[in-house]
């Protein structure tokens, strides 16, 4: 049985197309503190309109009060968390699953995969990375959207780069308006050198992660360094 903990909205941001930035504080609850591992991800409910799955787009940490969500729309909950004002009462569980082992890639190259908002799982583990940057190594992100609006979190990848992370930004849909970068799937984009000693950290739609696993393997990385966040 789902133990539920009481939660308010305090910030509500669009942060792509069809995606918000919603932070919801739990001082005063169980909760803080909770979100230990990049990944993890939690059950929010709002009464009368049910409950969803939700990444923790916020970086873990030991006095964490509040819990940064990237908001989908296209559910009842989800549209309600898009449309909500600070203040809001939403109902929250303890963070879930068991994240990525972010430990097992220290002082290895990194490469990241995110597609939509997949990013959410990703961005949290960039969170902790940025602490202690030179305790990994290379570290790329392929990062795939819909359309160029569609990428969240844009206004951080400036600072992800002065910080040494790579960002390889791809478009799916064909002859997108105004792009001109890179287009296809993130697998399509990745280097032909072979990638045996590297580490990889995915998050997205099925297809997706089984594509990039497959393409990896070709270049050589054995599957225990590949991670999925569930």
Known sequence: M???HQGTVVANTRAAAGLHAVHVDVSGTPLVGTH?????????????LGEGLFAIASGPEADGHTFE????????????????KPGLKVWLT?????????????????????????????????????????????VTLYFGARTPGAFAYAPEFDRWRAHGIKVV?????????????????????????????????????????EDVRRVLRARGMPDENIFQNV
């Open 69 to 84: 969500l990237l908001v989908k729309e296209g559910s009842p909950v989800s549209d309600a968390l898009i449309a909500a």
């Open 94 to 138: 303890a963070p879930e699953g068991r994240g990525f082992p972010v430990e097992r890639a220290r002082g290895r190259r990194v490469l990241l995969f995110a597609t939509g908002s997949g990013i959410s799982a990703i961005r949290s583990l960039i969170q902790v990375m940025l602490k202690d940057r030179s305790a990994w190594g290379e």
């Open 2 to 4: 789902k133990e539920w």
């Open 169 to 209: 930004l791809t478009v799916s849909q064909r002859a997108a308006p105004g792009w001109r970068g890179l287009t296809g799937y993130v697998q399509a984009h990745l280097p032909e050198e072979r990638l045996h000693d590297a580490v990889a950290f995915v998050c997205g739609q099925e297809q997706m992660v």
């Open 36 to 48: 230990s591992l990049p990944g993890q991800y939690l059950t929010l409910k709002i009464e009368e």
